[in-house]
């Protein structure tokens, strides 16, 4: 499979994963993923837990907006031009993503915010000793 190929399906999924997601409970995840600002700015990334996300910014001037997540290749995996709200709030369901490093990027008019993070994958292992199972 070819790496556009791959990019197609990866972006797909993506988009399907963003389309179904909703504010109730998700499913466990064994993925844990860490929001590691890079930058100060207006513009808010809220950790949820499970790989979900909650971007919010304000925009009260109600500038044109353009949001976008890319990984590190500037790969593009979601894209939306909301209404010209004056407050923007979205959770966001990422656990589809292969582990790497994203980047949220949100234009107002002619200023670019941006909020990088990262997903990894952690494991986790435990010890039960014989007697304290059941």
Do not use: C, H, W
Not at 15 to 25: N, P
Not at 53 to 81: C, G, W
Not at 95 to 103: I, K, M
Not at 108 to 129: C, H, N, P, Y
């Amino acid at each position: 499979m070819n790496k556009n190929t791959k990019n197609i399906i990866k972006a797909l999924a993506v988009v399907f994963t963003l389309a179904t997601a909703s504010t109730e409970g998700m499913a466990q995840t064994k993925a844990a993923g860490k929001v590691a600002s890079t930058e100060k700015s207006t513009l808010s990334v809220q950790d949820l837990g499970n790989l979900r996300f909650k971007l919010a910014f304000e925009n009260p001037s109600k500038q044109k907006t353009k949001i976008s997540l890319v990984d590190k290749e500037n790969n593009l995996f979601f894209y939306d031009y909301p209404s010209n709200d004056t407050q923007y709030v979205k959770a966001f369901d990422l656990s589809n993503l292969v582990d790497g490093e994203y980047t949220f990027v949100v234009e107002l008019g002619t200023e670019k915010l941006k909020k990088d993070f990262v997903i990894t994958t952690q494991s986790l292992r435990g010890i039960a000793l014989a007697g304290d199972r059941k």
